[in-house]
């Protein structure tokens, strides 16, 4: 069985940053596909960001272009979200996500992944 451990989550001010981390065991993890997820309050979950198995391509919400950047560390089976010019709007709870799956995959949809974590907190302050 596939685990997804998220950390790195907290507050912050506005303007912050924070950087998310996951490490998902089971197989070798440049098999994964990698995404990150989130969901406020009382609003669905939504796509973040994703990047390929080996990371050189990656895609981002509109909403957090030139702010958040994903990365992978295949040595260390790691993802990372690093998050700068947090706003109070990006609070929620992210979830990381990983797709074992062959084939083409369109990263913003949820449906794409086989595996989840439990999610990690972030709350950004005004």
């Known amino acids: 069985q596939v685990q997804l451990v998220e950390s790195g989550g907290g507050l912050v001010q506005a303007g912050g940053s924070l950087r998310l981390s996951c490490a998902p065991s089971g197989r070798t993890f440049s098999s994964y596909y990698m995404g990150w997820f989130r969901q406020a309050p009382g609003k669905e979950r939504e796509f973040v960001a994703a990047?390929?198995?080996?990371?050189?391509?990656?895609y981002y919400a509109d909403s957090v272009k030139g702010r958040f950047t994903i990365s992978r560390d295949n040595a260390k089976n790691t993802v990372y979200l690093q998050m700068n010019s947090l706003k109070p709007e990006d609070t929620a709870v992210y979830y990381c996500a990983a797709r074992l799956r062959l084939g083409t995959i369109r990263p913003g949809e949820q449906i794409q992944y086989d595996y989840w974590g439990q999610g990690t907190q972030v709350t950004v302050s005004s």
């Open positions: 990047i390929s198995r080996s990371g050189g391509d990656t």
